[in-house]
């Protein structure tokens, strides 16, 4: 009899103690919710981790005279052009008005991008016409070896 008025007495405390841990629970996993994403966009990146490191993009001979061919970088487009008056440049492929891809035009030896008929220097990347407002961004370009490779970033 003792036991059975004991154990209905311990009921509710129970049941209350249940809901509070269930109220802490779902608070603490809602304030986890919240920090992770915080927490993943404060911590520096990998994807740069490779910045900088030369990237051998092919044989000197693949990138023939007045071409310009695109190539990876860091998963990165990048514009490795040949050119008579600068000799191997490499450029960021990604145009500076709207993010098109460029490409090359061989009628007037220049960098194209198709989307707004902008054009840019093969030797310096400076805008030549159209509306990006910024030349494109030069890769150092070193050939080591009969191999093209694609450094960091001049300016
Ligand atoms: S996106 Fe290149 S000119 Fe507009």
Redesign the pocket.
């Known amino acids: 009899m003792t036991q059975s008025v004991s154990s209905l007495s311990n009921t509710p405390a129970t049941r209350r103690g249940f809901i509070q841990f269930l109220l802490g629970f779902s608070v603490i996993s809602t304030v986890i919710g919240m920090l992770t994403p915080v927490i993943a966009y404060l911590l520096p990146k990998n994807a740069n981790a490779n910045a900088g490191v030369p990237v051998d993009v092919g044989k000197v001979e693949t990138f023939q005279p007045n071409t310009g061919t695109i190539v990876s970088v860091n998963d990165k487009p990048v514009i490795v052009v040949q050119s008579k008056a600068g000799g191997l440049k490499a450029f960021s492929a990604i145009?500076t008005?709207?993010?098109?891809v460029?490409s090359w035009d061989a009628r007037k030896s220049s960098i194209q991008?198709p989307?707004?008929?902008?054009f840019f220097n093969p030797v310096t990347g400076a805008v030549m016409s159209?509306?990006?407002p910024k030349p494109l961004t030069q890769y150092e370009v070193v050939v080591k070896e009969g191999k093209v490779l694609i450094g960091k970033v001049l300016g």
């Open positions: 145009c008005h709207l993010g098109c460029v991008c989307c707004h008929d902008g159209g509306p990006p």
